[in-house]
């Protein structure tokens, strides 16, 4: 039987920044600046075992109606860069949509290669808007980052809110999203997009990226609700519940697989490969 959290969230009780979400105020950053752009699943094929693959995204998604929330937490992984290897682009992040509609809202970090110079940042995006990098976090390879993305019914506004547990740092953002369809929450490692072609950028070299409580411990994440669900990734249906691994492209050749699901539901790991 999957491990729910049902008994554990059903007050809330690892959202306390949103348990009163009128009462939350975005950080006042004057410094964010416009960074590669996330969005949407590209070339999804479903291979209607549970799994699928996409030429941008790896990792999990949950498919379901009106989601209220999803959470989630992961360790910032170190990009392996080269000299002339130009520039490369890996993004782990937690949001709202882009599975099976055309918004995301979502938050995360990267883990880019500007030659053989690496770059750690975090970031937020409210698709199709753009992405927006937040200067006033300072982001490490080995922290530890919790994330939340939280829909407000009574404003229809969609908050992020992005922690590193390891420094104590963090940032919180709102939108409204317009046709935004709450119709999935996702856990992934991207190859973020563009290029002057409009083709996915290539994937820097991040090794192996440690998603849930078994690596980050965070407790209680890799969650999320819907209007029938309340739990962990591996709690929702089997039948809405996808791996996705990313193959390769000629503008983005590397790939990105993922494991299982650890014994508890909650946690896993993407490998990038060549």
């Known amino acids: 039987m999957r491990f729910t959290y049902l008994a554990m969230l059903g007050a809330f009780t690892f959202l306390p920044a949103f348990a009163q979400v009128s009462n939350v105020t975005p950080s006042q950053d004057t410094t964010e600046k416009i960074g590669p ?11 209607g075992d549970g799994t699928s693959t996409s030429t941008n995204w790896s990792g999990y998604a949950v498919l379901g ?15 392996t860069c080269t000299s002339g290897g130009g520039l490369k682009y890996a993004a782990f992040w937690v949001g709202l949509d882009g599975y099976s509609s055309s918004t995301v809202e979502q938050t995360g970090t990267d883990s880019d290669c500007i030659g053989a ?6 970031w937020y995006e409210f698709y199709p808007r753009a992405s927006m990098t937040i200067t006033s976090l300072t982001i490490k390879p080995g922290d530890s980052i919790s994330a939340t993305v939280y829909y407000d ?8 809110q992005i922690i590193d547990e390891t420094t104590g740092q963090s940032y919180t953002t709102s939108s409204t999203v317009s046709g935004a369809a709450r119709s999935s929450a996702e856990w992934i490692a991207e190859a973020p997009c563009c290029t002057s072609g409009g083709g996915i950028l290539p994937m820097s070299d991040f090794g192996t990226v440690s998603f849930g409580r078994d690596s980050s411990g965070v407790a209680n994440t890799n969650s999320a609700k819907d209007t029938s669900t309340t739990a962990a990734i591996g709690g929702f249906p089997a039948v809405n519940t996808i ?5 390769g492209s000629s503008s983005s050749p590397q790939t990105s697989d993922c494991s299982a699901l650890s014994t508890d539901q909650t946690s896993f790991t993407c490998t990038w490969a060549q």
């Open 65 to 79: 109606s009106s989601f209220t929330w999803a959470k989630g937490s992961w360790v910032v992984p170190k990009a």
């Open 117 to 122: 110079s690496p770059s750690y940042y975090a």
């Open 37 to 47: 752009r996330h969005g949407p699943i590209r070339d999804l094929t479903d291979h």
């Open 153 to 160: 019914s009574s404003n229809e506004k969609f908050y992020a």
């Open 243 to 247: 791996e996705i691994n990313k193959t």
